[in-house]
């Protein structure tokens, strides 16, 4: 099971940003579906395509200027199996009654994981989403689908009495972030989807015959053949697999980021497990 990345929706974005302006951000559940992306925008979504199963929201963790979300699903109650392709993770404005909305979300596409219904065999499943929230200073979640809400109070915030002022501008892809001039828009740091070429405007992606047991793919300019991304793919002797994802600057030759992806089998089950380490100072 392989998502691509976790983006965030207009309405997410939106709150977001009023969160970082002095509100609060309260997160709700997550949810399962099976719908496929074809021309659906995914900043424009409101909902998942086909939202199957809530998911409760089981801990909420900081790092830096991101939070980890995690929530616990189990198949028990599920009358019909599904393909698991989509996640979204909902937010509302604080603890209050307002009307909570799809916060970010990811597509699985063709990596979809079948999921059964419930019988003979329970599956219980740990999902986690990894959320960009800036300096936002209040965040909590309903935990186990309760009223107890977990405060998050060690986000970076602003100097004390500090006012905010929120700079015009700003695009689709971006959010408030705090700099030595006050605010600014920036964009969000993550790894571009290697698996989306719609994130790859003006390239293409070229895949040599594989040499043993390891897979090469590189993404490159359509003009010029400029290395733009690379991902080698080894299947290790214990049937293992590990993938490399590097990224290249403009020139194609300046390593910007590059990232290990581990996938191994849990013991004997069919279950599948992914690691992900960003490796430090790749051009150090």
């Known amino acids: 099971m392989s998502f691509g990345a976790v983006q965030l929706t207009n309405a997410g974005r939106q709150l977001l940003t009023q969160a ?13 579906g099976s719908g496929r992306l074809t021309t659906q925008a995914v900043p424009d979504l409101t909902a998942l ?16 200027e991101y939070v980890s979300i995690q929530g616990t699903f189990s198949n028990q109650g599920l009358e019909a199996g599904f393909w698991w392709r989509e996640i979204g993770l909902f937010a509302k404005a604080g603890k209050s009654s307002a009307e909570e909305v799809l916060f970010s979300y990811a597509n699985a596409y063709e990596l979809a ?10 599956m219980e499943k740990t999902l986690r989403m990894p959320v960009f929230v800036s300096s936002v200073k209040e965040i909590t979640a309903t935990i186990n689908s309760s009223l107890i809400y977990v405060s ?7 100097a004390e009495n500090e006012a905010l002022h ?48 390891t897979w090469t793919e590189s993404i490159i300019t359509t003009a010029g053949n400029v290395l733009r991304a690379q991902r080698v793919t080894v299947k290790n002797g214990d049937g293992d697999y590990t ?12 390593v910007k980021e590059k990232y290990v992806v581990h996938t191994s089998r849990d013991g004997t089950a069919e279950t599948w497990r992914e690691t992900v380490m960003k490796e430090e100072d790749v051009n150090g």
């Open 20 to 32: 970082i302006a002095g509100g609060s951000l309260h997160f709700t559940k997550m949810q399962m």
């Open 49 to 64: 395509i086909l939202p199957v199963k809530d998911v409760p929201l089981s801990t909420i963790t900081q790092n830096g």
């Open 113 to 122: 994981e079948y999921i059964t219904a419930a019988g003979s065999e329970i």
């Open 152 to 158: 998050m109070e060690d986000f970076l915030a602003h």
């Open 166 to 213: 929120i700079p015009a501008g700003g695009k689709e892809g971006q959010v408030l972030a705090k700099s030595d001039d006050g605010m600014e828009w920036a964009d969000i740091g993550q790894a571009p989807d290697f698996d989306n070429l719609l994130a790859w405007p003006g390239c293409t992606r070229v895949t040599p015959p594989k040499e043993g047991e």
């Open 243 to 254: 993938e490399t994802y590097t990224f290249y600057a403009e020139d194609g030759a300046a």
